[in-house]
Nanobody, 123 residues
């Protein structure tokens, strides 16, 4: 059974940094595309960053470009999201997701989801 587990979410002050991890188990390699999404209360889930596991290509949504970095460690079957210069509006539940289709941030493109990790940014 495929399982994705996020970790690293915490409370942090604005301007600070945090790194989230997404560990995959249940299959021998990460799906072709692994992405990070987030969802704030009352808002839709939005895609932030995605990595093509085979090629290493990355895609970012405009709101996090230059602040967030997605990376992977294939030996550990883990994908990371390094977040810098955090803002209060970055407060949300963060999810990692795996899929076989593309890095298009359509939720339907991702078949596997973690349970989420809460990030809270205070001013």
């Amino acid at each position: 059974q495929v399982r994705l587990v996020e970790s690293g979410g915490d409370s942090v002050q604005a301007g600070g940094s945090q790194r989230l991890s997404c560990a995959a188990s249940g299959y021998t390699h990460l799906s072709n595309y692994v992405a990070w999404f987030r969802q704030a209360p009352g808002k839709e889930r939005e895609g932030l960053a995605c990595i093509n596991s085979a090629a290493g290509d990355t895609v970012y949504t405009d709101s996090v470009k230059g602040r967030f970095t997605i990376s992977q460690d294939n030996a550990k079957n883990t994908v990371y999201l390094q977040m810098r210069s955090l803002k209060t509006e970055d407060t949300a539940m963060y999810y990692c997701a795996g899929g076989w289709i593309s890095c298009d941030f359509d939720l339907a493109n991702f078949q596997f989801w973690g349970q989420g990790s809460q990030v809270t940014v205070s001013s």
